[in-house]
């Protein structure tokens, strides 16, 4: 999962990727270095972030997915937690909501349920602005995987497909360095009833902190050796900025276990 966020303020890219025009040519690029799905944001998540409107940030996204989905055939998914963006971005081209909140209002259930769309149900404490400011836990693990059960009850419940449905334990979402190391040990036992579990590391502030490092471009060799590790531990789908030395581990992986070696286009 290629990241595109087409925000003034992420963390890593903030900026870079705002204009429509950047933004397509980006993906494109993502996509020709194997990308499988495109994940377009236009509110930052980032610890600290402010709150964007829903006129914002549709007017950020759904040129670009409706640009992409014109020229491309694979999968696009939003980064979002409003179901008035998600429609939107729904109707411009996008198969996959990707929801930081966990799917937590009715309404972003009720729509992904009628729209049949793919969806990543993500764990996190708090809210984006506070969610780093002291998160804690009795047993993370245990915490995380008993919440992505209940969400799966809970949406199956509902109507979604349990087909439809993806996980993602939230690394760095509301977590310390060390919840964020236990998280990435229990690996795919964290994803309800054999679901797809889906990790987002890339360039994030606790590998800096590991490696006592600043600098964000420090921490993509970094993610490239945790990406390896975590297909080990079972996750199957790696949300990444760089695609191609991600993909190429992931490739050296897959022919030492045996499977597919998926190569680069």
Request: aromatic letters at 4%; glycine letters at 10%; charged letters at 25%.
């Amino acid at each position: 999962m290629g990241i595109l966020n087409v925000t003034p303020d992420s963390f890593s890219d903030g900026g870079i990727h705002e204009s429509p025009v950047a933004a397509l040519e980006h993906a494109r690029r993502m996509i020709g270095e194997g990308a499988d799905l495109i994940d377009v944001g236009g509110e930052s998540t980032r610890p600290g972030a402010e709150p964007v409107s829903v006129d914002e940030e549709i007017r950020r996204v759904v040129p670009v997915i409706r640009a992409l989905r014109a020229e491309w055939e694979g999968s696009i998914s939003v980064d979002t937690m409003k179901p008035e963006v998600a429609a939107a971005a729904i109707d411009a081209g996008a198969d996959v909501v990707n929801d930081v909140s966990g799917l937590r209002v009715r309404a972003m259930v009720d729509l992904c349920r009628e729209r049949r769309v793919g969806v990543v149900v993500m764990h996190m404490q708090g809210l984006p602005r506070t969610m780093q400011l002291s998160p804690e836990y009795d047993d993370v693990v245990e915490e995380v995987r008993s919440f992505l059960a209940q969400r799966h009850e809970e949406l199956t419940g509902a109507g979604i497909d349990p087909e439809c449905l993806v996980y993602d334990p939230g690394i760095g979402f509301g977590k310390t360095l060390e919840h964020n190391l236990a998280l990435l040990r229990a690996g795919v036992q964290l994803a309800p009833q054999g679901r797809p579990l889906l990790i987002g590391l890339s360039r994030k502030r606790f590998i800096g902190s590991l490696l006592g490092v600043e600098a964000v471009e420090s921490r993509s060799w970094p993610t490239v050796a945790l990406t390896a590790w975590t297909r080990e531990r079972g996750a199957m789908i790696h949300r990444v900025h760089e695609v191609r030395p991600n993909r190429e581990a992931l490739t050296m992986v897959e022919a030492i276990r045996g499977g597919p070696a998926a190569g680069i286009s």
